[in-house]
């Protein structure tokens, strides 16, 4: 048996590769684009729109996980038509619903357009991902993952700035509008550049019961994590019912995927050992991925009164940083990825740590500083996180896996972004809470005109004013508590590491 047949890299040309991976970058750019870009116009949609600021991250997470549910059909999608003739559809689709977000007028009708942009959109990252991995031999896997995970750069880096502009010089709407030349542009490249190659699915049929289960139970886990806060958690039914349904749900996919002659996701990708593993750590590193990038524009605008503009290039930093990461990591593929990926994390948490210390006079510059080391660590964290759990898994089960890796990875994302904003919020209200009991006319260490500044309680103006300020530290402490969290998290991960086993590929 030829190298070819055992590995299809081999059969492409040098040439056709780097066009095919230049296609595929992009592609994943445009699906990187749709978070950064809602997340830096959140402050002004809330006002159009007149929401809260639980109800605005609905934006965010229910784009992500949208994307989580959609994701682990990209297997079947691709096998029953073709990878190109689903990546044509989705981007089409994405484009369309791009555009309908760009023209909501209720908060309602965002949220649902940005379900359909993530449910379009689901399918392109680990669709790519696949082909990526069959374009190039499995000696350039490493190399070609880094250039790769570029697309997941440069949309971070593009949106926010490019999205801040147009929110503050026009309106929020255009940041949906700026996604529209995008994917017809990436429309054009994979229709002219991608193959397409034969179907593997033949007359297999999508297994409805897995599928159904597996979506409800995710769907129901993330309405009660955004719902909870404002129903009082457990002393709803409405949150009981969520998480019963939820379990109920998960009870059932998991049973029908070990009974089922042919379930929703194969049980055999778990066999192999760093795959399981790297699905623990895609899990936690999704948590912090997205986080920083939601907490930021509500916390530098309603606490520091900066621009859109200006939160833009701040959170186009991180994207900067993980570029600078990606970039390393063409020269840092030789060392033990376990190595790098525990570099990674320990740069997330310092940068958490970092934010968990900043008062409410934070500093542009201690934002970007901090914005860049999370960012650095990204970089560092994605190609030996992909490898790891790539290495040894048979290459017959690459399009199920790369979906339940990026399934994973959104669920993580969107349950750590509503805890993260849950914990602001409660946060915010038990300590405007304790600061009431403490701040009145009768405390006494209140009364020297040193410790009150331009604040009293003679008008009711001033008496406005103590309000005003008690909120902005209460609403600071809500935020230093979810970066605290986010570091606990990311110190979480590094154990893991300890359970991989991975033997690098000898050269020839």
């Avoid at 700026?178 to 033949?202: N, Q, S």
């Avoid at 300590?431 to 403490?438: F, G, M, R």
Wanted: net charge neutral; charged share 10%.
């Amino acid at each position: 048996m030829t190298s070819a047949a055992l590995d299809p890299g081999e059969a492409v040309g040098p040439v056709r590769r780097w066009v095919v991976l230049s296609v595929l970058t992009a592609s994943v750019a445009l699906y990187a684009m749709t978070v950064t870009i809602a997340s830096v116009a959140l402050p002004k949609m809330q006002g159009s729109l007149s929401a809260t600021q639980d109800q605005i991250a609905w934006v965010v997470t229910f784009n992500i996980v949208a994307t989580a549910v959609a994701t682990p059909p990209s297997g079947w999608l691709a096998g029953r038509f073709g990878r190109r003739n689903v990546m044509l559809v989705a981007v089409t689709l994405f484009t369309i619903a791009s555009f309908l977000c760009g023209v909501a007028t209720s908060l309602e009708e965002l949220v649902a357009y940005r379900v359909m942009q993530g449910l379009c959109g689901a399918p392109l990252v680990p669709l790519a991902q696949a082909a990526t991995l069959d374009t190039f031999p499995q000696r350039q896997h490493q190399m070609a993952l880094s250039i790769f995970g570029m697309g997941v750069v440069i949309g971070p880096i593009i949106a926010p700035t490019l999205g801040g502009y147009l929110s503050e010089e026009y309106s929020w709407r255009w940041v949906f509008f700026m996604l529209v030349p995008c994917g017809l542009a990436t429309l054009f490249g994979i229709f002219a550049v991608l193959d397409d190659e034969k179907r593997t699915g033949g007359g297999a049929r999508l297994d409805w019961t897995g599928f159904i289960a597996l979506s409800l139970a995710i769907a129901c886990l993330q309405l009660m994590l955004d719902r909870g806060q404002r129903a009082d958690w457990f002393e709803s039914p409405e949150i009981v019912i969520e998480l019963a349904i939820s379990l109920s749900a998960f009870y059932v996919f998991l049973t029908h995927t070990f009974t089922a002659e042919k379930p929703f996701l194969s049980p055999r990708i778990f066999l192999d050992r760093n795959f399981s593993i790297g699905m623990l750590l895609v899990l936690m590193f999704g948590m912090l991925n997205f986080t920083p990038m939601v907490l930021f524009p509500g916390m530098l605008q309603t606490l520091r009164g900066f621009p859109d503009s200006l939160i833009g290039l701040l959170l186009a930093t991180r994207g900067g940083g993980t570029l600078i990461g990606f970039t390393l990591m063409l020269w840092a593929g030789r060392f033990d990825p376990r190595l790098i990926l525990g570099i990674g994390l320990s740069l997330q948490a310092v940068s958490g740590y970092w934010l968990s210390t900043l008062s409410i006079d934070v500093s542009v510059t201690e934002i970007s500083a901090a914005s860049m080391v999370q960012g650095l660590g990204v970089g560092f964290c994605w190609v030996p996180l992909t490898m790891i759990a790539f290495a040894t898994l048979n290459p017959s089960f690459r399009n199920d896996a790369s979906a339940v890796f990026h399934l994973l990875r959104n669920m993580g994302s969107s349950i750590h972004i509503s805890v993260s904003v849950a914990l602001v919020v409660y946060s915010a209200k038990a300590n405007y809470a304790i600061l009431a009991e403490a701040v009145t006319p009768f405390a006494k260490r209140l009364d020297f005109a040193s410790v009150m500044g331009p604040y009293g309680f003679e008008t009711a103006l001033q008496v406005a004013g103590v309000g005003r300020e008690m909120g902005r530290q209460a609403l600071m402490i809500g935020y230093v508590n979810a970066f605290t969290f986010y570091t606990l998290t990311a110190v979480v991960c590094l154990p893991l590491l300890l359970l991989v086993r991975f033997k690098r590929q000898q050269p020839g």
